[in-house]
């Protein structure tokens, strides 16, 4: 059991969340505008670029402060040591935001890229005093956003949507396992993501999102 939770946590990393909500939105929300107005080498351009800078940059980053001995562990098991990776990741994703800003991306796409940056700064400053799950937040931002798109832009969203809570319940579940998080952290980091992305979305409804 121990080794399925390991491989959950590993396999849901919250450095492939934006990746995963690309996937969501492009090929899993069949029916809606993402999916059927979106050329393919447009999805895939987008999805290879946001992997890029939310998976390769922040990685590569925490590979060089773990050789340059600023934290002990790839795995970031210390509350203290979060905090720097997190504000560099945070930063990888307002950089994106800001390349994709003029681009003719998707409105709710450029919101899902800048509430995940904004998500990451504040988990980096609650982890000045607690911890929080990074991986409920992930999760949580995936859930914010499909209730969201359901919302505010009237999209089928069930199937996506049930998907995520399953994995939601799946990641706290090995998190909790694993003793990496007590249940208030767990359930604190998806109200937190859920909240943030939907908040985000649901607030700027006015803009024009086809």
Not at 76 to 93: A, D, K
Not at 135 to 163: E, K, N, R
Request: overall charge positive.
């Amino acid at each position: 059991m121990k080794n399925l939770a390991t491989f959950i946590s590993y396999l849901f990393h919250p450095l492939l969340t934006a990746t995963y909500g690309c996937l969501l939105v492009f090929f899993g929300m069949t029916g809606s505008i993402y999916y059927v107005f979106t050329p393919l080498k447009m999805k895939l351009a987008i999805t290879v670029t946001v992997f890029a800078f939310t998976v390769l940059l922040p990685a590569l980053n925490m590979l060089i402060l773990y050789k340059l001995n600023y934290i002990s562990s790839m795995k970031l098991e210390n509350r203290r040591e979060r905090i720097f990776p997190l504000i560099m990741t945070s930063i990888c994703y307002f950089g994106l935001y800001y390349m994709i800003y003029d681009l003719s991306v998707w409105p709710a796409i450029k919101l899902f890229i800048l509430g995940g940056g904004l998500c990451i700064l504040s988990a980096a400053i609650i982890h000045l005093w607690w911890q929080i799950s990074a991986h409920m937040i992930g999760v949580g931002g995936l859930v914010g956003i499909m209730l969201a798109l359901g919302w505010v832009l009237q999209m089928p969203v069930f199937a996506v949507l049930s998907l995520c809570l399953l994995l939601a319940g799946l990641i706290g579940f090995s998190r909790l396992f694993l003793n990496a998080h007590t249940p208030n952290q767990v359930y604190a980091g998806f109200i937190f993501g859920c909240f943030m992305q939907f908040s985000l979305l649901f607030l700027t409804q006015s803009l024009t999102f086809a």
